[in-house]
Structures are given as C-alpha cells and as structure tokens.
C-alpha cells in the first residue's frame, strides 16, 4: 500500500511539472482586503452552551496589520471572547468562486498564523451547502487542517503542530528530512499551506489531499504530508470554504486562542507557486 501511494505522488509531481502552472492561474477565495469583506462569510454558532448566555459568541472579525511597514486585512477568528465558554461549534463559511467537481484535481492555498495558545481551530473544503454545513458542522469538512493543543478525552495530547485528517482521527504534519512531526506552528508567524485536493472518486484513489508548508522550520516549501484523507468522502462537488473552532465544553475548556486567515486562493491542477508573488 505504502509503494503504491509513492508511485502516486511521483505521477502527481510528474503531472505538475508539466502542468507549467502559473501565478495567473490563481482564484482569489479572499484577502479580507476589501472593508467588508467580512460580511461575505456566514457566521452559524449551532452548539451555544455558553453561561450566562451569550448571544452569537463567536468573534470574526478583519483586522489590519503592519508587515514591513506594509499595511495588510486579515480575518481574526475565535469561538468567543476571553472568559466566555460553552461556544462548541463556531462556523464560518463561504462559497468557493468555484466548485471543484468529481474527478478534479485543485490547489487550495491559505496562511495562517495562531494569536494564541490554547485554542481549537479546524478549516478546511466542505461540498455541504450552507444548511448542511449547520447541520453537520465537523462531518462537513472533507480536507481538513486543525491547530490545536487540545488534550483529548482519551489522553492524547495535541502538541499545536499543524494536523491533518487521516481515516480515525488527526495526524501531525511530518518534516520529511528528519521523519519526525513537526514543531508546533509559532504565535505570531505567518505560515503558508498549499493543499492540493484531489476529488476523484477514492476507488481511484481521490477523495484524498497532499499538504506542503512554508513557515517555522520549514524555511523553504515543503511537502509536509501525502495523501491525507477526506473526512466523510462523499464524493460530491467541494463548494465551500468552511473554518470551525471551539471553546471546549462548560466544565472543561481548551482556551479561546485566536488564530488569523489570509490569502485563500484556488487553482486548477497541481500549482505550487506563491499566488502572492507576482512572478
Ligand atoms: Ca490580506
């Protein structure tokens, strides 16, 4: 099984050598650059537990940023307030600019950098449309990222490394120098994730994503991951974009930890180039 998933990535490489992607190839999803670019995301708290009660607790906000004397919008998400717990399902969506069909292949790209520690955030592709995704918030994700230091019920401790979903559960992220999981993302950095998601059908050996990282340790792009799994495989076309977080439940909070969303873009095929370049 193992050979047989190494010869895939050789003809995934192979298929994008060739592919000769280019910058222009790049569908903007969103850089919150825009003044409301907010209001485009539907904000749905399903599970509200909070007490005393909080109406609508989840905080998604655009906020700005100075990089390099460079002003930037950016999208600050958290399931609620400092203090405030009980929000278990905090989901914000938005439609892709297009659907991903059965039997295509595309490359998501996303940054991210985490506010804080601890916290519980999931994002990711979902092919629900907006009442699914209510309805069945984490059984909505199909590829799916998560950042969390979450101690889990059966013990497992998450070390914050950036995880991907793997038929059972999550797995870390992996350095493929050295063999082992990653570090755990760093507060404060950017990190870049391109995920390039295959929808074909699994019994072609789809319903699968491929994660390479820029950002930490990896100082140069870095395939970080092969063949992680989607999480319900429907087969069905992906249509949203869907991040998810948590404050943990009444007695047992993880923390409300923020973590920042820029730059979402999509691209047809394999496309491993930086969309913000403009080479
Ligand atoms: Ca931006």
Redesign the pocket.
Known sequence: MKKLKSLSVFFLLVIASKSQAQNADWILID???EKGAATAWTLADTKNETEPRVENPQITVRRMESENGVK???LLKKPAAEGVVGNRKALTFKRLPRAVEVGEVYTFYTRIKVESFPNNHVFGISNLDAEGIKQHDYNAFEATLRVTDKTESSGLVNTGALMVKVDGGYANIVDPESGTDAMPLSPGEWYEIWYVVNNAPASLGGQTYDVFVRGGEFTRQTQVYRQADFRMKREAPLTHFLMNCNTGPLDAPYGNGGLMY??LYMSAGVNLLDPKSTN
């Open positions: 850089d919150f650059e930037n919008a950016y820029d730059d």
